[in-house]
């Protein structure tokens, strides 16, 4: 956890400690992760991987293959990325099993249905306990 | 039809020019939702293989007129902007955000049962044929990225090219606006 964090950029760091309790895991948006690789390998990217796309593992393989010319901060960043996508598929797919108790107590009668249940979750606040509830934001879906 | 669709572009590329502002990234992956939410009943006549034999027959003549084609303007659709490297298939790392957000929304509960085509767009510079080849290259190399880096499972994405063939500003087929990406939601996942 604490590598994870050390790679991300300075302004997303502070914006996640600011956001989280102690110890919490805190997840960040695909975009995010999106958006912190472009920044820190894009130039890297454009000088070593022209013409290679993000998909199949394209673009990290090239930049392992050039390591000792890519910039520290980008092997670091790339590597924190793909954990921190990871990280955030397993909070969405964690969701439901910690939440089926407080969605069993919470939801009776909802229609069936991932979108339905969260729905009401979300409304449910004064039932959701904090497990169900962090789930969910680790998610991103609040 | 057109002209709304086109604000929506618009929106959305001003919200992600806007970066660093959480408030508009949240906005903008709500905007695909919400938008790419909605269901459509004539999605589930959407025949992807007949689209693609519709374009490839008629290039340079366009596709907005053709039986298939004609019906995506009902369903519930976005248009952005992703950047390639000149004449590749590359995306360039300005836009790895924008496939962050897409990928932001389709693994959304309220997206998540739903299939979605991805159709690229060219501007009319160069030949009608080519553009259309490279424009499906483009769209498949989204949907590559979105099923393996951003794990959206590869059977709710079809690509597909529309080259030159559709452009969004007709009266200028050559401006850089015509080049987009569009995102629409084509029913439920059997």
Redesign the interface.
Same mark, same amino acid.
């Given at each position: 956890m604490a590598k994870r964090l050390s790679v991300l950029s300075g302004t997303v760091l502070i914006a996640v400690l600011a956001q989280t309790g102690v110890g919490q895991t805190q997840t960040i948006s695909y975009a995010d992760a999106a958006t912190l690789l472009a920044k820190e390998c894009g130039a890297d990217v454009k000088k070593f991987c022209k013409g290679l796309n993000l998909g199949n593992g394209r673009i990290k393989n090239c930049l392992e293959q050039h390591q000792a010319k890519v910039s520290p901060a980008c092997t670091s960043t790339m590597a924190g990325v793909i954990a921190s996508i990871q990280l955030r598929l397993a909070a969405q797919a964690s969701v439901d099993k910690i939440c089926a108790r407080d969605a069993a107590r919470a939801c009776r009668g909802v229609v069936p249905g991932k979108a339905h249940i969260l729905g009401c979750l979300l409304k449910a606040t004064r039932i959701v306990g904090a497990k169900c509830s962090q789930a969910i934001t680790d998610a991103g879906w609040r | 039809m057109s002209i709304r669709r086109f604000r929506n572009t618009l929106a959305l590329t001003v919200l992600l020019a806007a =970066?660093g502002n =959480?408030g508009s990234?949240q906005l903008s !992956?709500h905007q695909l939702v919400n938008t790419l939410g909605q269901v459509a009943e004539a999605a589930s006549a959407i025949d992807v293989a007949m689209l693609v034999q519709e374009v490839a027959s008629n290039p340079g003549k366009g596709v907005a007129g053709l039986p298939h084609w004609s019906q995506l303007a009902t369903l519930p659709q976005f248009f952005v902007e992703i950047n390639f !490297?000149n004449n &590749?298939? @590359?995306?360039e $790392?300005?836009s790895?955000?924008t %496939?962050? #957000?897409i @990928?932001?929304a389709l *693994? *959304? $509960? %309220?997206l #998540?049962?739903y299939k979605f085509l991805v159709v690229g767009h060219t501007n009319a510079t160069g030949d009608a044929k080519h553009n259309l080849k490279l424009s499906a290259r483009r769209a498949e @190399?989204i949907a590559? =990225?979105? &099923? /393996? /880096?951003? &794990?959206v499972a590869p059977n709710r994405l079809f690509a597909i090219g529309a080259g030159s063939e559709m452009p969004v500003d007709a009266a200028n087929p050559k401006a850089a606006d015509n080049r987009r990406v569009q995102l629409l939601n084509i029913g439920l996942v059997k």
């Open positions: - | =970066a =959480a990234q !992956e !490297e &590749s298939v @590359a995306i $790392p300005g790895y955000r %496939l962050g #957000l @990928a932001d *693994h *959304h $509960p %309220l #998540l049962r @190399a590559e =990225a979105l &099923s /393996t /880096t951003f &794990s």
